[in-house]
């Protein structure tokens, strides 16, 4: 099963707002409600920002939300700040071959 | 605190085993399924095995299936991921991660994540 399709970089000015798009198929993002995503910092463990779909654990800023449209889900990052700068992954459980799948990554940088 | 602690990396050549060991603390482990997620130096992450709260299910991801066994002690808040026949592409970090919701089989999303133990394979 191949890994869901994010870009491979994003950018964007303190204060703008971003979208990362994560692309599947019907197996995963497109069957089932369970798209989570991470953000991850170099050398560090990822940290959940999002899971099913939409939810923000406690403690997560509102500036990050989350959608989904068929196979493709999306994260929002709003009024962008330095310390957004990290790396962010998609992920999905499956069905077939696998349990779960993550994207690639998306850098994300704020200039 | 809430924490998940990963152990057992190490350098081994390519054909050998290792054992890696997840210790948790701070809550209820054996109410929740663990997962295991690597990360190959400079690459993204790649999903790799799941154990269910009551160890009684698992799964695999393909490129490990049936080299790789996951099992759990809940008497000693611990997972563990029995590695054989190791491949140079199976170097990277490893990380346990907790299923967030109780009593659940799924992949809704890992909320606590331990630090990652490094593995490197190469003769």
């Known amino acids: 099963q191949s890994a869901l399709t994010q870009p491979a970089s994003v950018s964007g000015s303190p204060g703008q707002s971003i979208t990362i798009s994560c692309t599947g198929t019907?197996?995963?993002?497109?069957?089932?409600?369970?798209v989570s995503w991470y953000q991850q910092y170099p050398g560090k463990a990822p940290k959940l920002i999002i899971f099913e779909v939409t939810n923000r654990p406690s403690g997560v800023s509102n500036r990050f939300s989350a959608s989904k449209s068929g196979n493709t889900a999306s994260l929002t990052i709003s009024g962008l700040q330095a310390e957004d700068e990290a790396d962010y992954y998609c992920?999905?459980?499956?069905?077939?071959?696998?349990?779960?799948?993550f994207g690639g990554g998306t850098k994300l940088t704020v200039l | 605190q809430v924490q998940l602690v990963e152990s057992g990396g190490g350098v081994v050549q390519p054909g050998k085993s290792l054992r890696l060991s997840c210790a948790a603390s701070g809550f209820s482990f054996s109410n929740y399924a663990i997962h295991w997620v690597r990360q190959a130096p400079g690459k993204g992450l790649e999903w790799v095995a799941v154990?269910?709260?009551?160890?009684?299910?698992?799964f695999y991801a393909g490129s490990v299936r049936g080299r790789f066994t996951i099992s759990r002690d809940n008497s000693k808040s611990t997972v563990f991921l029995q590695m054989n026949t190791l491949r140079p592409e199976d170097s990277g970090v490893y990380y346990c991660?907790?299923?967030?919701?109780?009593?659940?089989?799924?992949?809704?999303?890992?909320?606590?994540w331990g630090q990652g133990t490094k593995v490197t394979v190469s003769s």
């Open positions: 991660g907790r299923l967030y919701s109780q009593y659940d089989f799924n992949f809704y999303g890992l909320d606590v």
């Open positions: 154990i269910s709260y009551d160890g009684g299910s698992n």
């Open positions: 019907s197996s995963d993002v497109g069957g089932n409600n369970f």
């Open positions: 992920s999905s459980y499956a069905t077939g071959d696998t349990f779960a799948v």
